[in-house]
């Protein structure tokens, strides 16, 4: 199994933790340095570039397709790296953990070391599993407690570092502080598409306007502090993460649902446009930022190439599982107190983003459209019996109640 050292843990008071970056009056530096707006060019029109965009796509798609399948994710001209990865035992890492190991990189994993560190994941077999195991190192260390990270990390030797479960530039700062500068090649950082501003106009694109008030802000600060320090930094923002472990009730919410043959309680009119991307295809286009000289300080947005409505997610859920269309009922989010309770598993507005730049420049594609997907979620999690949560019905009886007279039998 994977090899452990072991540090001490111990508790970092405010006066040892680094302070975060303050919010900038405008938008900081890194919001704006991603690329050129089309509406800024002078030589041609925006729906010039727009159609030579789509053509550009169509041919590297026909391209990918005629080319025979790759085994790994990886190009050959990438040397084996030494990795440090903070949060490779949920979801996201677990799957990228595992690309990485097969691409013939040394990975370390650093956690609390308060649960197991090797998973298996649903595509498994009882010899990849244990090829993996065998190869993943361990580091047990708190990542907020700098004493212990600088005494875990130092003279190590890592190169890159994925940085997968940071949410606060001052947990970024001990890292970068413990790891030191003299090898570290590459950071790579998982950040949100949560930061963007609300915009009347849509899909959010790498250089639009990001939000110091929402409630992924620690994210933008990692971003700024990683800039500050000159280290050769990119940035991934997903959007809605779906696929098999998923610990995030997405597709889960409605699974629970279509198997009770419960309708589905949608706010609004359901016409929401959302998006949502594949964790297998957001760990490969992680791999395929490492040693990219394209995504040097650089934002990627990575989900899915097309957007979906609320309605027609639930639909599209409904085909996964292989059941008819389910009963959708809208209702009025105002008019309820659902308390603590999550009545929809996704905000309740227009929620997408394009993933052009992370196609055009990382030599990457979705693998998953969104019925594709949704059905390997399904067959290899939910539909397995497994799942992170059970299901609370109170908030759609809540609605059930006042929108058909009765709470649903």
Not at 52 to 65: C, D, K, L, M
Not at 247 to 259: A, D, G, Q, T
Not at 304 to 316: H, M, N, P, S, W
Request: charged letters at 25%.
């Amino acid at each position: 199994m994977a090899a452990t050292m072991r540090c001490s843990v111990g508790v970092q008071g405010a006066a040892g933790r680094a302070a975060a970056p303050r919010a900038l009056a405008s938008p900081a530096p890194f919001a704006g340095l991603r690329r050129a707006n089309a509406l800024d060019a002078k030589e041609t029109c925006p729906i010039q570039q727009a159609r030579a965009a789509v053509s550009r796509r169509a041919a590297a798609a026909a391209a990918r397709a005629a080319a025979p399948r790759a085994t790994t994710v990886m190009s050959a001209n990438v040397a084996p790296k030494k990795i440090l990865m903070l949060g490779g035992t949920r979801f996201i890492g677990l799957y990228l953990a595992r690309q990485l190991i097969e691409a013939g990189h040394d990975v370390t994993l650093l956690t609390r070391g308060k649960k197991p560190v090797t998973y298996r994941i649903p595509d498994d077999t009882d010899a990849s599993y244990e090829r993996f195991a065998s190869s993943v190192k361990h580091i047990a260390c708190d990542r907020t407690d700098a004493v212990a990270m600088k005494a875990a990390l130092a003279n190590k030797g890592f190169e890159v570092v994925y940085d997968i479960n940071g949410r606060e530039a001052d947990e970024c700062a001990i890292v970068l502080d413990a790891v030191g500068a003299h090898n570290l090649q590459q950071y790579i950082f998982c950040s949100s598409a949560g930061v963007y501003k609300k915009s009347d106009q849509m899909p959010h694109r790498e250089e639009d306007e990001v939000d110091f008030k929402s409630r992924h802000k620690g994210k933008l600060f990692t971003e700024e502090l990683l800039q500050q320090r000159g280290v050769n930094w990119t940035s991934v923002r997903p959007v809605y993460i779906y696929g098999p472990l998923n610990y995030n009730p997405v597709e889960e919410f409605f699974f629970h649902r279509l198997k009770a043959g419960r309708p589905i309680c949608v706010p609004g009119s359901g016409m929401q446009v959302t998006q949502l991307g594949h964790v297998k295809d957001l760990a490969t286009a992680f791999v395929r930022i490492l040693g990219n000289p394209k995504a040097a300080r650089q934002v990627y947005n990575v989900a899915g190439e097309r957007f979906v409505t609320f309605d027609g997610l639930a639909k599209a859920c409904a085909a996964a599982m292989g059941l008819p269309e389910p009963e959708i009922v809208h209702y009025n989010p105002k008019e309820y107190d659902f308390g603590k309770a999550k009545a929809f598993p996704m905000r309740d507005q227009h929620f997408f983003a394009s993933v052009d730049k992370a196609i055009e420049e990382l030599d990457w594609q979705p693998e998953f459209g969104l019925l594709d997907g949704l059905r390997d979620s399904y067959e290899k999690d939910f539909g397995r019996g497994t799942y992170r949560k059970e299901p609370d019905f109170t908030p759609d009886d809540m609605i059930l109640s006042k929108v058909k007279g009765k709470a649903f039998a």
